[in-house]
């Protein structure tokens, strides 16, 4: 017994030297990922925007049931709507109304929220 408290004491004295005095509490140093998950969430862009349930019911209200039916919202980032498209029919018919339909989709958001739209075919 007394030989292995003594290799035990000199294990803890070689760890010591080697890692430096042991705080206190152990968790002294510890950081908490909430501490750092705002921060690398607006890095990423996720913050941004509004949630997905609200954009795609947002969305089929503005947009009406057929076209809401061919054309999702995929992403909104930086004030772009995102939206794919399944026929680029449907493309060109929502090229041509892109004006009307941004405003529609800036009233149904709330101001600065959607700044732009692109359409994404496939």
Do not use: N, Y
């Not at 998950?37 to 947002?58: F, N, P, V």
């Not at 026929?87 to 009307?100: D, K, N, S, W």
């Amino acid at each position: 017994m007394a030989k292995e408290s003594r290799l035990e004491a000199m294990r803890r004295a070689v760890l010591r030297e080697w890692r430096g005095e042991e705080p206190a509490h152990l968790d002294e140093r510890l950081h908490l990922p909430k501490e750092f998950l705002a921060s690398i969430l607006k890095a990423a862009g996720a913050t941004e925007g509004i949630d997905e349930e609200k954009l795609r019911s947002m969305w089929k209200e503005v947009a009406g049931d057929f076209v809401a039916r061919h054309a999702t919202p995929v992403s909104l980032k930086g004030g772009c709507l995102t939206l794919h498209v399944l026929q680029p029919a449907m493309r060109f018919h929502l090229e041509q109304t892109r004006t009307v339909l941004l405003q529609k989709v800036q009233e149904a958001a709330g101001a600065g929220v959607v700044k732009s739209i692109r359409f994404h075919v496939g």
